[in-house]
């Protein structure tokens, strides 16, 4: 090949796979139709291409990313969110985002950006959201990054090392910020009056190593921060010097310590800060570590002339090094006086010392959860004239397992209106116990009771007392307003005519299958209720219930998302408002009754044939054979016992027993003949006798007459011999004509006889006496062929 050729396949192959790889790219986007695309961690090296007007967010962060073009984002005029967060991006050209006129949210953090320009934000009047942490540059830039950012409330900026230099002209232009995020762990150079530009910040969050620079820091900030943050902080060192500021200006109200280093002395100085700011009402620390043993600086406290002012105190994982060490705190008992809130959170505390507790006596609010209070040491802290004023004590996750010795103790806060004692492990309530009398909100919830008594007391308004083993809830609370009973094993709900006041009832995941709309009805004053993730029998009253009533949602705020059908097994797992059962589950009597007629009139029906059709007597025939079937159909000739078995009518039992036998059985030779009344077995049953009789005779004399016809043991005789004569070959009937018979008086089952009457010569009785010798020979001759 041709060196030219070879040139440009290489060429062509490159820029095939260049477009391949574009294509790749842009199909790893997910994209929903409100134009959300998101494309985090997909191994993306660049910005995909085909973006357009459509994209209103898209989510590049987590990608390998390194370079951001001026033509990446050209026709993403509508863009309103964009992440580039932790690519790897090192270079961005000067106007790549000039066509993102409406962009609110950017957020560049994490990236390898060095250097920061301010061309890259000089159209974006709309941003809200910028995030730039994390990058490895030194300072801001040369000139003011954000001074055409009208539009920003959120400001993150800084890194953990290379920056360390806050400018005067960094944050020029920025007059509000609702947070501003300052990475500044490696601080060495603060220029005064820097942050001082920035007229109103609700919440700064300041990461330092180590406090150069903090009280500069704070005299700026002092006149127009609401909320202090300093994290990462080591202030084991830390002393106040004098700040200069106007202290009527100063707008602080909260201070937060977060993973900040003390010391017994810094913790003094810090103090000290109150002097400076006379507005702050509440302070946070937070994930603290306190090295010391509560030997605090006396002199040092007694110079503070505003923690009155500190309405709130939150202490949360303090980690105390030397904590059996530790002193009882007397020295800060007498800046306690005015606090109303304490959260002492998850800090391993098991004592407030009584006379710290006596001192709290502005004390409304007392959060001691996830420490080691237990009920002897609680005794000690809720001593006699201990938080006069207290109205809500929190003891959550704590080491009490006592109810009763816990009211007792509690006794002493008179004022005492909510009580949260919730997972610690009681196991049992007693049938009673005492509790402070104006108690109003109780949380009894994940304390392993498994019943309730009348230690309760009767005064509630809000009672807590879910993820329990409860059973059954049968209290009379008169003035209950809320009840929280969730993840129990209650199998209904509560009886309303307890609880007359009931507004608000959780009683989500227990084991209720059912309610009704009397039910739901008998709780008058209810306006709230969470009964979902129970075991529903979606039976056909509760969806005509639950879904014929619209306003039900407005009571069932878990509607319809958490109540799912468990039974019927075809509609398990489904939505109780999507099921419908047909006519058959939800009218079942109806149907079993209307099954139950159909029956009846079937059984009617059937009869009227059967009757009609002679039915029985097929069924007789049918048992004849069955018996027939038992014996061999012609017994042996040694076996045959009579010449012929005589079948008449009782009614004609003066002709056959006082003319016939004594013509045939007198004759010389005689015949030997079977009757009923002589020769049947007594006690056998008489289907059995006449089977028999039948079968050891020869033949069989039917004495046909009006009497016949209408006897029943008659028509049995005739209907196995009917059966025989015609299920073998020879002929073994004989037919006598007694009188004369219409031949519809002979049953229409009886087709074969009548057919043989039609075709075949039977004897008839003459009324001649002439001829009646003849009629006796004629009989002899036929039994004896």
Same mark, same amino acid.
């Given at each position: ?104 949210? /950017?957020?560049?953090?994490? &990236? %390898? ?14 941003? $809200? ?23 920003? %409330?959120?400001l993150k900026v800084g890194n953990s090392n290379p920056f360390s230099e806050i400018q005067e002209k960094d944050f020029s232009g920025l007059t509000f910020l609702e947070e501003l995020e300052i990475d500044a762990s490696n601080l060495q150079r603060y220029e005064p009056k820097s942050l001082k530009s920035i007229q109103n910040i609700t919440h700064l969050i300041l990461h330092m190593r180590q406090p150069v620079s903090l009280l500069e820091i704070l005299g700026d900030l002092l006149s127009s921060v609401r909320h202090l943050e300093l994290r990462d902080t080591d202030l084991n060192t830390f002393s106040v010097s004098e700040i200069v500021v106007d202290e009527t200006n100063t707008w602080i109200n909260k201070l937060?310590? %977060?993973?900040?280093?003390?010391? #017994? ?9 109150? &002097? ?15 090295? +010391? ?13 505003? *923690? ?19 002193? #009882? ?25 009584? =006379? ?35 109205? @809500? ?5 704590? !080491? ?14 008179? &004022? ?7 997972k610690n492990n009681f196991d049992s309530m007693p049938e009673n116990c005492q509790c402070p009398e104006k108690m109003k909100y109780l949380n009894l919830s994940s304390t392993r009771i498994h019943s309730l008594t009348y230690c309760i007391p009767l005064t509630l308004e809000i009672l807590d007392i879910s993820n329990n083993n409860l059973n059954s809830f049968s209290l009379i609370l008169p003035q209950l307003k809320e009840l929280y009973i969730s993840r129990n ?11 007359? @006041? ?8 227990? @084991? ?13 004053? /209810?306006?709230? =209720? ?15 219930? @639950? ?22 097994? !075809? ?9 419908? /059962?047909?006519?058959?589950?939800? !009218? ?25 059709? !002679? ?10 054979? *069955? ?45 030997? *003949? ?8 007594? +006690? ?14 020869? $033949? ?9 016809? $209408? ?12 059966? %025989?004569?015609?299920?073998?070959? #020879? ?26 009457? &039609? ?27």
């Open positions: 090949m041709p060196p030219s050729l070879w040139t440009v396949w290489v060429l062509a192959a490159a820029i095939s796979l260049s477009k391949e790889g574009a294509l790749d790219q842009a199909h790893s986007l997910s994209c929903d139709p409100t134009g959300v695309c998101d494309g985090r961690a997909r191994s993306l090296n660049a910005i995909p291409p085909g973006l357009t007007a459509a994209v209103k967010s898209l989510d590049l962060s987590n990608n390998r990313i390194t370079y951001v073009g001026n033509n990446d984002l050209q026709r993403c005029v509508g863009l309103k969110a964009l992440r580039l967060g932790s690519n790897g991006v090192h270079t961005i050209e000067e106007d790549p985002f000039f066509p993102l006129r409406s962009l609110e949210h /950017l957020d560049l953090s994490y &990236n %390898r950006l060095s250097n920061l320009s301010a061309s890259w934000f000089r159209t974006l009047s709309a941003l $809200k959201f910028l995030n730039v942490l994390g990058n490895p540059y030194k300072t801001l830039g040369e000139t003011s990054l954000f001074s055409h950012l009208p539009s920003l %409330r959120i937060t310590f %977060r993973n900040v280093k003390i010391t #017994d002395e810094s913790f003094s100085e810090l103090v000290k800060l109150l &002097n400076y700011i006379s507005g702050v009402l509440e302070v946070e620390f937070d994930g603290c570590t306190l090295n +010391g043993l509560g030997k605090f600086r006396t002199p040092v406290l007694g110079t503070v002339k505003y *923690l009155g002012n500190v309405e709130t105190l939150t202490v949360r994982k303090l980690t105390i090094p030397n904590f059996f060490l530790f002193y #009882d705190l007397s020295s800060i008992y007498s800046l306690t006086g005015k606090v109303k809130r304490i959260l002492l959170e998850n800090s391993r505390v098991f004592l407030v010392p009584c =006379l710290l507790s006596q001192h709290l006596k502005s004390l409304e609010y007392l959060d001691l959860s996830e420490n080691l209070m237990s009920e002897e040491y609680l005794e000690n802290s809720a001593c006699e004239h201990a938080w006069p004023f207290l109205q @809500t004590l929190i003891l959550r996750q704590n !080491h009490l397992k006592s109810l009763e010795k816990t009211g007792e103790v509690l006794l002493t806060l008179k &004022n005492l209106t909510h009580l949260d004692i919730s094993k209650l199998k209904t709900l509560p009886d309303a005519s307890s609880l007359p @006041t009931l507004l608000v009832m959780r009683i989500s995941r227990n @084991t209720i299958s059912t309610f009704s709309k009397e039910q739901l009805a008998s709780f008058q004053k /209810l306006k709230t =209720l969470e009964a979902g993730g129970n075991s529903s029998i979606c039976s056909c009253d509760f969806l005509s219930f @639950t879904q014929g009533q619209r306003a039900l949602a407005q009571v069932l705020i878990d509607w319809p998302e958490n109540y799912l059908c468990d039974s019927p097994s !075809h509609v398990r797992g489904w939505r109780v408002q999507d099921v419908r /059962l047909s006519l058959a589950e939800c !009218h079942r009597a109806a149907v079993v009754s209307a099954a139950c007629c159909a029956l009846f009139l079937l059984l009617l029906v059937t009869g009227v044939l059967c009757h009609h059709f !002679h039915g029985v007597w097929y069924m007789k025939m049918m048992w004849a054979w *069955l018996q027939a079937k038992r014996t061999p159909k012609k017994a042996p000739r040694g076996d045959l016992c009579y010449d012929a078995f005589v079948s008449y009518s009782e009614q004609d039992s003066y002709w056959v027993e006082n003319l016939m036998v004594q013509e045939l059985e007198h004759f010389n030779p005689p015949f030997k *003949l079977c009757l009923h009344k002589r020769d049947f077995i007594p +006690g056998k049953w008489i289907i059995d006798n006449i089977i028999d009789c039948i079968e050891k005779s020869r $033949k069989t004399i039917f004495v046909l007459s009006e009497n016949f016809v $209408k006897s029943e043991w008659c028509k049995y005789e005739l209907d196995f011999s009917h059966f %025989r004569l015609f299920d073998e070959s #020879d002929d073994t009937a004989i037919l006598i004509l007694l009188e004369p018979i219409e031949r519809k008086a002979i049953p229409q089952r009886f087709c074969k006889l009548r057919k043989i009457m &039609n075709t075949k010569t039977y004897l008839e009785w003459p009324a001649d006496e002439m001829q009646r010798e003849g009629f006796w020979l004629n009989l002899r001759a036929a039994i004896k062929s």
